[in-house]
DNA sequence: AATGAATGAGGATTCATTCAT
DNA sequence: CATGAATGAATCCTCATTCAT
């Protein structure tokens, strides 16, 4: 009576949606119900595939959490040298994040999701041990932990300043931490 | 009928137990029966004395992000001179924060309300005008604007990593950040 | 310390705005709140002045059926002769209620009021009654009530009825209604 | 845990309740709460099976209709000449309403439904149609009209009238309005 | 293997009413 | 005399989850 499609692709659709309604609403806004409407699968597919919210959650956001690690990887593997290394550093703190607002605001929630749950923090330490390596393709691994750092700062706080920025700072802050202190 | 107490304390009881129920569960966890029950105070009140959720948080992250430039500005105005400055800034990031994971998980709730709501994001915005403010009493403008980013990043990648972090690696990046590059 | 104003037309204010309010979303959607709010006056007014939603509806509709009442009076009063009185009839089945649709609604919560609650049912037997009189003035007893029904029937279904009514079946149903039968 | 049937007819229960119900609160005292237990389902059910509120009555009232509306169709389809079908409007006007009070209040709540919302507006429409073209069985088109809106006026007003009725005077009117005007 | 039907718990919010002032 | 503060009950609705199919 009813169709009965195999329907391969449905586990990741849900997770892709996932993302989607996440960086709409928030975790605080998203249900099941709105997920397997975004998704276009019935509701009942949802705890069929997912244990529950927070399964899909981890799932989710481990594929956010990679795809943004291995994007970051690709550029540093990119520079030739350190001074190439340097300009792609300073060009990833000052350019507009590459999903747009989308992705910052996922960022946060996967962070708040981390400041609160272990399994989440397996995965920003992952992502973060990732973007470390990459550095350390150029630099040493102290001055890689620092750039690490200020890269999230700055973007953090480009993100949630209202002001505009400067892109001289970027510069300025890779200069300053990649100097040898004197 | 039942008893009627005119409590002029009430509305901040409430604004105080959001922020605790925030912390513990998160702005997606939070109701306004679980903060009323935090507070003490029945369901009615919460609807009486806030329009919605989220003037309630509003409010509530307010009180908290002012709390948190006050307690930054009071350590930075207590620094005699740039030495203890930068002795301070390193013992922003190395220390414990001052609240527990309890203010981790509040800047992060915070920051991600900011990345998706402007009505936050000026409470963000405050506040890092405040902390640039209270560095500029030492360093110069782009210095102070380094340093924030710094302690940003360090003190979220040692709250989201895993591993333990090196006190060193503060000192460094401090010292780097202030120093005159070559 | 609160300012002490007598005003003395804040009951009228009250049940002015109560007709308002059920004009606009009815018996079923008015509210203490919403007709306070309307009427401009403290909600501690509303139980202060009024013993509930009942007595204050009763006294509002009281008004208005009184004054519905009294134009369709006036109406009959100005005609001198039975055809100047049969065309009368004709225009108010015909013409656009006097108060636009707010009228009609208000008319049709009457009926739905007094269909339950015989309080109300007092209000809509005293207009009709009135009605009756002043057809008298110009008819028989007999056709007056039969007039009466014309005027409420044909009103009705042209306010109910989605097609556009001829204002020539109003002067047919009143021709037949006031002839003699053979 | 909780027991789980499927019952296929739970709609249609729910339709009935929602009539009874209105029957006897009224749209404005009506509830999913109060429906949900007149129907003997749980509370879940009603947004469950139905949108909202509007989409509830829409449904009900339009069942409501439609039966009315047979009703009268099929009384006027039982007349077999012109005589018999004057003798049967008289008879609907001056006869109890079929269900009792209970039509008397619904037809009311439905009408102040409709002078406020087209959707409902369209039910009234489409019964009113339906009369006139039962009445069409056996009057031209401006009596059946005519006729329609006499039995309208009159069932009214003797609803809502105090005093008793002479089934006199419905004779007279279908008389009158049948009548071929001199 | 997959899902539509179903439901109790809980979501925010509105309500009429009361009481202290 | 009048009202702002307060509240428990009730409002509609959404939720995650379960079970029969």
Redesign the pocket.
């Known amino acids: 009576m ?1 169709v ?4 391969p692709g ?1 586990r990741d659709r849900i997770v892709d949606a996932c993302l989607d309604v996440v960086a709409e609403v928030g975790v605080a806004g ?5 997920i397997a409407a975004a998704a276009g ?8 595939h997912f244990t ?2 927070r399964e899909l959650l981890r799932e989710a956001f481990g594929r956010f959490a990679a795809a943004a690690a291995e994007g970051f990887e690709r550029r540093m593997a990119a520079a030739r040298d350190v001074e190439e290394a340097k300009r792609a550093v300073a060009e990833v703190i000052t350019a507009e994040p590459p999903g747009g607002p989308r992705d910052l605001v996922l960022t946060h929630e996967l962070y708040t999701l981390a400041a609160r749950d272990p399994a989440f923090r397996d995965l920003t330490n992952a992502w973060m041990a990732a973007s470390r390596r990459a550095l350390e393709r150029h630099f040493d691994p102290l001055t890689a932990r620092l750039l690490d750092a200020v890269i999230e700062g700055m973007a953090m706080h480009r993100a949630l300043d209202v002001e505009p920025h400067d892109p001289a700072a970027a510069i300025a802050a890779v200069e300053r931490v990649t100097a040898r202190s004197v």
Request: glycine fraction near 10%; charged fraction near 25%; charge should be positive.
């Open positions: 009813t009965r499609r195999p329907d449905r998203a249900s099941h119900r709105t699968v019935p509701l009942g597919s949802m705890t069929y529950g919210m």
